[in-house]
């Protein structure tokens, strides 16, 4: 007799890379080693990475590749071929010490859909493994036999890419003498998109250190002063909006802590309550 019996539908998750980031350029290194930075059919690439070719390991494995963006695609169906990213051979051939490849490695890190909308949902230090699981499972629908390794693999690409050091804004006022000929000289940034004007007071951002991992902005005050933002380069506007928020609470706790370290005779800044 027929077996009608009814099989339970497979619970598929969303797209998330098979492994951590460290695992993935280890992986690339392999196919580096055999194809350098030339492009290779798909059955060569799966070889080099030492899998074989009658499982599904292999294809896991290049898409896990391809999410991070080590991998780019050519071409189609039978003539399809993989190679080495531009941003992965600069992984992989700079110096470890070079701040601009760390700076790669962040990119790749946050490259998956998964791993990118947890980091924006927690920053700075991660909740616990089993707040984690509840949002994969319960908001984005994740399988639960995959959600241990994927919480795995994010921390361990967070750890690998230094994701945390990459989060923290710091804010900081410096009183510094302003050259009488610089006092109505307006600096723009070069990659300013967009005016820093704000009121009757010019205000302008300056980069400090433009080849930094976590570039820095001076902000001339009115008052003669000058505030230091330093910021991470994947700074949202929610993150922006938060700032905003909290210096508006803190405006007169700040201006007080700033008062009391000037001379009598210096200028007193606005606090609003004039």
Known sequence: MPDNTARAP????????????KSALGRATLIYKAHRQFAAAVDDIKRSMEYALNTSHGMRAISALIQYGLLEEEGVAASRRLKLSEACLKI?????????RLEVIRQAALKPAVFRLMADRWRGEL?????????????????????PNLVRDYRLTREFARIAESESVTIRLETVSQPEEDETAVATPANADYPLNGGSAEMSAVALHERSTKPSYRLPLPGGGEALLSVPRNLTVTDIDFVTRYLDLMREALASSHLSEQPENSPRPATGKD
């Not at 509840?134 to 995959?146: G, T």
Request: charged share 25%; aromatic share 12%; hydrophobic share 35%.
């Open 10 to 21: 497979r619970h598929r998750s969303p797209t998330y890379p098979a492994f951590s980031l």
């Open 92 to 100: 992989l051939l700079r110096r470890e010490d070079d701040p601009a």
């Open 127 to 147: 909740p616990t493994d089993a707040t984690i699981s509840s949002y994969l499972l319960f908001e984005r629908n994740f399988n639960p036999q995959v959600v």
